[in-house]
């Protein structure tokens, strides 16, 4: 696949099927992942593997859509509102660079917000200067939605003189 395909052909997967995705896979996309742009080099990025117990104890609703593996990505709340600010975009472009790589190789993820809640907070164990950005579901898709429609660009867009 090209940038272009990898892009947009990209999906929430909400089913998996049972297939293991080793860890070692995961380790290189997140080898890679670690180039997202980051302002002064803050590398704000946090990786929590989640094993089977703790997994259990976030209680998600469809337990990840059987994902083969669990995920949570914190951001460093660093030292002030701007830096946490731009440390939470720097860790969406981490995860994004995650999601692409894994997409290309055939494997699908599912951002979920489950983590940011006091119960999600509480079960990972994060402390007071981590924000939750995403638990991610990863596995190979046992179905893939058809594409959610996105407004035009033009609508989105000012000209500035
Ligand atoms: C910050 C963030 C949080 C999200 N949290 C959830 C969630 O809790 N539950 C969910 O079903 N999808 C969640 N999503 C996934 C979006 O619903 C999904 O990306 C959107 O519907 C577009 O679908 P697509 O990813 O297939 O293009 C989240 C996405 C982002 C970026």
């Not at 909400?14 to 803050?42: C, G």
């Not at 995920?71 to 994004?96: P, Y």
């Not at 951002?111 to 164990?125: E, F, K, P, Q, Y």
Request: neutral net charge.
């Amino acid at each position: 696949m090209n940038i272009s395909e990898v892009i947009t052909g990209r999906r929430t997967i909400k089913k998996f099927k049972p297939e293991v995705v080793d860890n070692s896979i995961i380790l290189e996309w997140l080898q890679r992942a670690r180039y997202a742009p980051n302002h002064k080099m803050t590398e704000p990025w946090k990786i929590l593997f989640i094993g089977e117990k703790t997994r259990a104890e976030l209680k998600h609703k469809t337990n990840f859509g059987g994902a083969s593996k669990v995920l949570a990505i914190l951001s460093h709340k660093g030292r002030n509102q701007m830096e946490r600010d731009e440390n939470l975009s720097a860790v969406s472009c981490f995860i994004q660079n995650f999601m692409l790589q894994a997409w290309d190789e055939g494997i699908g993820t599912f951002w979920s917000s489950v983590g940011s809640s006091a119960l999600g907070r509480r079960t990972l164990g994060v402390s007071d200067e981590f924000e939750v950005v995403g638990v991610l579901a990863i596995g190979y898709p046992e179905e893939i939605m058809a594409a959610k429609e996105r407004a035009s660009i033009e609508d989105k867009i000012t000209y500035l003189d």
